[in-house]
């Protein structure tokens, strides 16, 4: 696990002071994280000044798992073999293919949404802080579900933000889980469309935040934005400060 350095620590109060600035912060319900320790760092910094707000930890919202490729470089000759072999795989719409030892994208979205589901049924408002990997899963699963519905998007609010922002997926299935649906959806032409790849390369910048509505009734998220600065001044850092 890693903690969070100085930097870090400053973009988790600042993020914070901005959910206070903007009057958010006295409604939120609940603030849930990934019990890894940087995002659960940043949700108690957010959590202090939301003075109604219950605190959660959630396993299902950690950040990706590589597997064999943890701790090494992006440059490495292996990281750069696997990861062709596996994003080729998921462009091609197979989004069980797993790096070794490591997660599917697939598990990624199954567990993110559930978390987020679960999140959801704390309150009207809910803050979640989890991982850029895991999020961007989240809003790619979205996007596949509402998709197969033939829609444009699918509302309590969760804004949730980067440890370092949240995402969530849309619609139903036999099984009961919004998942399922994205999963069933990911053929190789929806995978290639401008939408999802649009998802695939966005940035997402430290505690930068996504806004999630949910449909209760329907069990349907709707994303209103992706990996927003909150301040709209592009304070968001990445890990190079």
């Known amino acids: 696990d890693v903690f969070l350095n100085d930097a870090g620590r400053q973009q ?8 206070r600035r903007l009057g958010i912060a006295d409604h939120v ?14 949700a108690d910094a957010i959590a202090a000044v939301c003075p109604r ?16 490729l943890t701790g090494h470089l992006g440059s490495d000759a292996l990281v750069q073999a696997l990861r ?20 599917s994208s697939a598990a990624v979205m199954r567990r993110g949404l559930g978390a987020l589901q679960a999140a959801a049924a704390l309150g009207r408002t809910v803050v979640v802080v989890s ?25 309590a609010s969760t804004p949730a933000t980067d440890a370092g922002s949240t995402g969530a997926a849309c619609g139903d299935s036999s099984d009961g889980t919004a998942a399922a649906v994205a999963l069933a959806a990911a053929t190789p032409q929806v995978m290639a469309g401008p939408r999802v790849q649009d998802l695939i390369h966005a940035p997402i910048r430290n ?13 349907e998220f709707r994303a209103e934005r992706w990996f927003e600065d909150l301040g709209g001044k592009e304070k968001a850092l990445d890990d190079s400060g």
């Open 84 to 103: 062709k072999e596996v994003y080729s795989a998921w462009k091609a719409g197979n989004l069980e293919k797993a790096f070794p030892h490591g997660e």
């Open 12 to 19: 988790a109060k600042q993020v914070a002071e901005e959910l």
């Open 29 to 42: 319900d609940a603030v849930v994280s990934s019990d890894l320790a940087r995002a659960s760092e940043t």
């Open 53 to 68: 707000a219950s605190r959660r930890t959630d396993a299902g919202l950690r950040e990706f798992n590589f597997g064999e």
């Open 207 to 219: 505690c930068s935040c996504s806004t999630v509505l949910y449909d209760h009734a329907r069990g």
């Open 131 to 155: 991982h850029g990997g895991c999020i961007k899963w989240c809003a790619i699963g979205m996007e596949l579900a509402l998709g197969s519905r033939g829609g444009n998007s699918c509302g």
